[in-house]
């Protein structure tokens, strides 16, 4: 699938030139660029984000929910900076 993307003039000014400084069309250099994105993403630790999601809910819950909110007073501004306003 042939997709045409628009960007300013600056950036594919930018984006030609690391293309030549790597001695490789656009084309390929932007490839390159997906493929090490998306390399990474896999990288994170190994986990789906069903995982991650998982993992986020289980150490919530180790969190007691019976905190009571601060006042006011606690979160107003001149409690927070103080002097420095």
């Known amino acids: 699938m042939l997709t045409m993307l628009e960007v300013e003039p600056e950036l594919a000014s930018k ?18 660029l997906i493929d090490e994105k998306g390399t990474e993403s896999n990288r994170s630790d190994g986990l789906s984000s069903q995982e991650r999601v998982g993992l986020l809910r289980q150490w919530a819950s180790g969190h007691s929910s019976n905190t009571p909110p601060l006042s ?14």
Do not use: F, H, P
């Open 15 to 32: 984006i030609q030139a690391r293309a030549r400084e790597r001695g490789v069309s656009v084309d390929v250099y932007l490839r390159e």
């Open 72 to 85: 006011n007073d606690a979160i107003s501004r001149e409690r927070i900076y103080g002097e420095r306003g």
